[in-house]
Structures are given as structure tokens and as C-alpha cells.
């Protein structure tokens, strides 16, 4: 069984027993979050919602709180000797499937 659950402005296919790199979530590590937002829930029948299937959920537990990985943004003006360099690391939450509902 597989569903499409949409958080953090993006959409993920996930199955059970998946790990999943998410935007942050609130909550601390080992607690359990239920995502309601689901889009699509497949398996021996196929539900799409409209734009959500009702009374349908993924329980996932809280794996890591961290942050991603380095991205370097560089700008610099033209014949001006103008340079800026600038690091950001976005925040990011591992999530384990545990079950799909639906």
C-alpha cells in the first residue's frame, strides 16, 4: 500500500517502513505525527481524492531533527568589486512510516 501526502509545500510517495526528508515538523524525536493531507492512497483499489481523500492518514515517527545540508548563494555586481557569499542550512525532519490509513 502506498500513498501521496503532501507537507511542507511538496508532495511524497511513501509506502510503510520508508524514511522521508521533510520540512521541519514540530514535535521531538521518537514522538509520532499523523499527516492528514493525503492525495492519493493506493494499493489493491485506488483512491484520488478531490483535492484530499477524506478519513484518510500516515502515522510516521519523528526519526531525526537536524539540518540539511550546506547551500552556498553567491552574488557579485558586475565591474563593481562587489562580492557577497552567503551559506544557509535548512531545517529538516526525518520522518519513519509507520502506517497508511485509508
Known sequence: MYAVVRTGGKQYKVSEGDFLKVEKLEGAVGDTIELKDI???????VK???PLVPSASVVGKIVE?????KILVFKSKKRKDSKKLRGH???RTVLKIEKING
Open 39 to 45: 492525495l492519493m492512497v493506493g494499493g489493491e483499489t
Open 48 to 50: 484520488i481524492g478531490t
Open 65 to 69: 531533527q537536524g539540518k540539511d545540508k
Open 89 to 91: 542550512r535548512q531545517p
